[in-house]
């Protein structure tokens, strides 16, 4: 079998092209593939996608630099007192974006006997999550007494990373 590639954009990809672990590790998103059998060449594009944990991984890279970004605004603009408010905010996207890693692996698990139950696991993370996020921004503002407009700020700040990722897989 000969193959031969073209059309390589770029992007990181560790998984197999082939079950006989041709291209382990690939540097494209698309590329043209010819194989050369027997019986001719056969052309076929083949498109890579990140897994599930990749993308969470680069979620909460861009999150992780959101907070950071909106801690430095919250010094410059408030002064020290809106350190911890602005850290708790990035906490709590981080953590909610932790607990949506979680329920997509488990429900990915969960999908390979029972599709339904998949998705009601997805479901219920939904709902986790906002409970999460409700009570979490009730301690920090509530009990914790912290500043609203670092912590609420950052917070919103750090959530744009799913926007971006979004935006960055459709360019």
């Known amino acids: 079998m000969i193959l031969l590639w073209r059309d390589m954009p770029k992007g990181i ?10 291209g382990s590790s690939l540097v494209v998103d698309r590329i043209l593939v010819s ?4 019986s001719g060449f056969q052309r076929e594009e083949v498109t890579f996608k ?3 944990e990749e993308q969470m991984r680069s979620i909460l890279i861009i999150q992780f630099i959101l907070m950071l970004a909106g801690v430095a605004v919250s010094l410059w603009h408030q002064g020290e007192a809106a350190l911890l408010p602005a850290f708790y905010g990035g906490a709590i996207a981080l953590a909610n974006t932790l607990l949506l ?3 997509v692996v488990q ?9 339904q139950q998949s998705v009601n696991a997805l479901y219920f993370g939904v709902v986790q999550r906002f409970v999460f996020v409700l009570v979490a921004l009730g301690f920090g503002l509530g009990y914790l007494k912290l500043s609203p407009v670092p912590l ?14 979004g935006t ?3 360019g």
Request: charge should be positive.
């Open 13 to 22: 990809y560790n998984t197999p092209l082939f079950p006989n672990g041709l």
């Open 35 to 38: 194989i050369y059998t027997p």
């Open 50 to 52: 990140p897994s599930p």
């Open 101 to 103: 890693s979680r329920r």
């Open 107 to 115: 429900a990915g698990e969960i999908a390979k006997t029972s599709p």
């Open 152 to 165: 609420l700020g950052t917070f919103m700040v750090s959530q744009l990373a799913y926007m971006l990722m």
């Open 168 to 170: 960055r897989q459709v």
